[in-house]
């Protein structure tokens, strides 16, 4: 593969990519679809063993790495729930661990309760590491998935206008998708979140100084009714300390039918990183803008078996 920038190397953030890199991960798309429906395997990532190392509850983005790593060839050590299955529960530190499988594996697929444990791990080992997600800090792969699916629709990823809403401070997805967005043109984001739930002013300030539009709005009535798509977000229960404090904002904004025919186009698509817990009715699940479960889901296995192919083929 000429021109493989990423080969080696790790990816902790979304700013770890440039925009001609995101486009490198897309062009691989198609291949990896195809691979997928002829029920194929490749043989791209032979020979090596790469450790999937999740510190934290995953459906979605464990069986996708996890199936990806399969799909291209690769074996895998596969962790879940891995502070209370490993030497972490003898008190082993972070970077033993790490260190640990990194020995074994090619390259480690890390999901961590605080922010900063893959970048922080990327720094111990030389293999490459992937986030696939850190606390409330960033999940930079759900990002490149969401983009894809973006940019699928619209063809472009610039010029657009979104309303992301739900749990900005703790939401890592959505702390990914607007880097991502900052390095392009001509976009402008609605924020629509509870009061204590805002983006926190340190990523608002510098996300806005990156060209991001970026507009905060606290009732629905104040939703354009031209945004390309709708990014709904579940609030993140496990970040609070106090449970009432959760209860009081957890479903503040419903997805539903009434709320798309008041406010979105018939262009606009509504996606969410999943899992949801009560955010987006089920009522919307038929309609053809519904992309979360249709369109998100599966691209996020073809966009992470390129990402991977380019990083350890
Ligand atoms: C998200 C996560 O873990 O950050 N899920 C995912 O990976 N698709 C979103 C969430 O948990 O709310």
Redesign the pocket.
Known sequence: MANNSLKGRSLTSLDDLSVSEIFQIFKLVPKMRKLVANRKFAKTLEGQIIALLFFEP?S??FSSFATALKRLGAQTIEYQSLLTTSSAVKGETFSDTIRTFATYANGLIIRFNEAGGPKKASEITKIPVISA?DGAGE?PT?ALLDFYTIWEKFGKLDGLTGLIAGDLLY???VHSLLRGFSKFKNNTMYLLSPKSLRLNTKDLKGLKERGLNLVEIFSEKDIPKNCHFWYW??V?KERFSNLSEYKKVKTKFILDKKLADMYASRNTIFMH???RVGEISEDLDSDPRAYYLHKQMPNGLYVRMSLLSLIFG
Do not use: C, M, W
């Open positions: 995953s979605r983005t997600g999940h759900q939401g890592r997805t977000t579940r993140q990183p999943l899992p």
